[in-house]
């Protein structure tokens, strides 16, 4: 099997920008996409997501749990927005093991050729399947509401490599951690 749990805030100020966190090895995703069609996807794999109609602008939390230890394929992929679980459309059947996407770089908001307008906090990876008290509790840790603003917010716009994707790439007090970070 294979288990993984991503998690972000994002902003954005237009439904027009996108933005992406996760693992994109090729056409094979293990990723967030918050979507400039009005949807976000929730992948694990290459055309294998869940998917709800999302046109949110502002700060949201978003998570994305694959867990291919479940024994129906829909519960493999679960997605939070702002620590609620979420009823998916599935496209799909995900497979038990971590997607290939794995083995790719980490983006934090590139998308394609593509960088978005827009503003990441707390972006975390986890190596394990999280459960939903603990996607709730990432969400309310940072209590953030749609009229509040973050002093000191990162803007990261790059791609890393996994062998840049390393706690050392973000200054201290940026509130970004990678945890259980594979290569």
Not at 72 to 101: D, E, F, K, S
């Amino acid at each position: 099997g294979g288990a993984v749990t991503l998690a972000f805030w994002a902003h954005r100020t237009a439904t027009s920008h996108r933005q992406t966190f996760g693992k994109v090895n090729g056409n094979t995703r293990l990723a967030i996409q918050v979507w400039d069609d009005g949807n976000l996807y929730f992948f694990a794999g290459n055309t294998v997501y869940g998917s709800i109609a999302h046109s949110a602008t502002g700060w949201n939390h978003y998570a994305l749990v694959f867990d291919g230890s479940q024994a129906t394929p829909n519960n493999r992929i679960r997605g939070y927005v702002n620590g609620a679980l979420q009823t998916l459309a599935y496209t799909g059947t995900p497979g038990t093991t971590t997607p290939a996407a794995w083995s790719g770089p980490l983006l934090i908001g590139q998308s394609g050729a593509a960088f978005p307008t827009g503003r990441f906090d707390d972006a975390r990876v986890f190596g394990t399947a999280l459960d939903a008290t603990a996607i709730s509790l990432l969400f309310s840790a940072r209590g953030i509401q749609a009229a509040d603003t973050i002093l000191d917010p990162i803007t990261i716009r790059f791609r890393s490599t996994p062998a840049m994707a390393h706690p050392r790439l973000f200054k201290e007090g940026d509130r970004v951690s990678i945890v259980d970070w594979y290569r």
